[in-house]
């Protein structure tokens, strides 16, 4: 989107009066950042320059960024193309692969749900909730604990690499190289087959027997997220995709937010992510990029979700909001309260239920957000090299989508740029400043 195109929408969206700092919006809609009195011109010209800083230097080939304070979109511009080759233009419409976000975006806010309508309990264990894991070692886990990565469960396992024997075939049962009744599923963006009872016989099995860290510390684990969409189905009595489409994503209004996006989309409104050399062999386009999700044919707890900035924002208003948007309540204030708040910060965990945090101690290395977040602050950022987040204390909500592993995971220059951080203490000293 173009900054005419921009200030075109915002001229239709609403009349140029100054925003009082205390008006929201039940529902996004566009503004210029003047009515919230914040300098445009450094707005536009710091972000630029990050940007055209993180270009230049192939951190990512191209990237969308929203803002928006008290439900008014102040900022959204995309930037860039889909890959280096600069023929296709990164468009405010186009989908990115939200990774990690995905925990989030679709899991949490599932359980969440499941949580308010009394279905289920989070000081209750694994064991209870899981059948097969109840003679387990994971039996007396909590889902509070598991939630807060605060459960001695292993970070993670590599399904596919553990279905492989040390020649590089593959195990019986596992993955085939042609489809048969055996092997009916095709593993997205590959030419390879997966066995039919793969997530019961290897995913699930895989989880169920991993050992446990010695001790309780904070350990980021995706495993869970493996077996949240079975329990959610078993708990809703639909599928989970279904589950998220119905109770969130459609009545919101979040079209281009969900799982699979080919079946919506065309190819070229989605931006690829890495070339695989390692496992599927291919361009990872329209498909999801992380291995463990991509076994779990593309729908699962721990990644898989594809959106735009604009209808993932909707989701985060939302919660902004106190659970309302569009005069609807999706979630109770304090059921957000609950699962967004510091579980263990006094065993130096910074982490919500499922919700990630600001550092307990901020570290200008290590954080993906601004100093001046607020510690009631929330979001998640994702490998792919996206993030969204989420401050109540100050109404400002702040959401990056970049294919940063394109063509290559091994890319870190966003980490090294700083270039989410940069953007974020931008924004807040602006803010700080038009406080002043």
């Known amino acids: 989107m173009s900054r005419l195109f921009f200030l075109f929408l915002i001229s239709l969206a609403t009349p140029f009066t100054l925003v009082s700092q205390q008006q929201k919006s039940d529902t996004l809609n566009y503004i210029s950042p003047t009515q919230l ?9 710091g972000i630029d320059s990050i940007i055209t800083q993180a270009l230049d230097s192939n951190a990512f080939p191209g990237c969308q960024i929203l803002l928006a ?7 959204y511009e995309s930037f860039g193309y889909h890959t280096y080759d600069s023929i296709q233009k990164v468009r405010n419409t186009d989908l990115y692969d939200l990774a990690s976000i995905t925990k989030i975006t679709a899991t949490t806010l599932a359980l969440m749900k499941l ?13 209870f909730y899981f059948p097969y894991l109840a003679k387990s070692n994971k039996a007396d886990l909590t889902i509070r604990k598991v939630l807060a990565h605060q459960s001695r469960l292993k970070n993670w396992i590599p399904y596919y690499s553990e279905s492989q024997r040390r ?16 092997f009916p599923y095709r593993i997205p963006g590959s030419d390879l087959f997966l066995y039919k009872d793969f997530k019961e016989d290897r995913i699930y099995k895989m989880i169920r027997k991993s050992d446990l ?30 589950y998220l489409v119905d109770n969130f994503y459609k009545p919101i209004g979040a079209k281009s937010l969900g799982f699979d996006p080919l079946k919506r989309y065309d190819l070229n409104e989605i931006v690829p992510s890495e070339v695989d050399t390692f496992f599927r062999m291919n361009k990872l386009h329209g498909v999801v990029h992380d291995e463990g999700a991509a076994v779990m044919l593309g729908v699962s707890g721990n990644a898989g979700l594809f959106s735009n900035a604009y ?5 985060y208003q939302m919660l902004l909001n106190g659970g309302i948007y569009g005069n609807r309540q999706y979630l109770k204030p304090e059921t957000i309260f609950e699962f967004t708040r510091c579980q263990y910060c006094e065993k130096d965990n910074r982490r919500g239920l499922g919700f990630d945090k600001p550092l307990i101690e901020y570290d200008s290395i290590k954080t993906s957000v601004a100093k001046l977040a607020s510690p009631n602050s929330y979001g998640h950022s994702g490998y792919t090299g996206t993030l969204v ?3 109540p204390d100050n109404q400002l909500l702040f959401i990056f989508l970049a294919n940063r592993v394109y063509p290559s995971r091994t890319n870190r220059k966003i980490y090294q740029l700083n270039i989410r951080p940069r953007i974020h203490d931008l924004v807040y000293g602006l ?3 038009e406080n002043e």
């Open 37 to 45: 009195n914040l300098d445009s011109a450094q707005l536009y010209a």
């Open 69 to 75: 304070k008290e439900g008014h979109i102040f900022y």
């Open 115 to 127: 949580y308010e309508e009394g279905k289920l309990e989070l000081d209750q264990t694994l064991g």
């Open 167 to 182: 020649n590089g075939k593959y195990k019986r049962k596992t993955i085939a190289a042609d489809s048969s009744a055996a």
């Open 213 to 242: 860290y010695d001790k309780e510390d904070y350990v980021y684990s995706g495993l869970a997220f493996y077996l949240f969409p079975e329990l959610i189905e078993r708990l809703s009595g639909i599928s989970f995709e279904q």
């Open 311 to 315: 209808d993932l924002a909707k989701v």
């Open 389 to 391: 987040w989420a401050d």
């Open 431 to 433: 803010l700080v400043e």
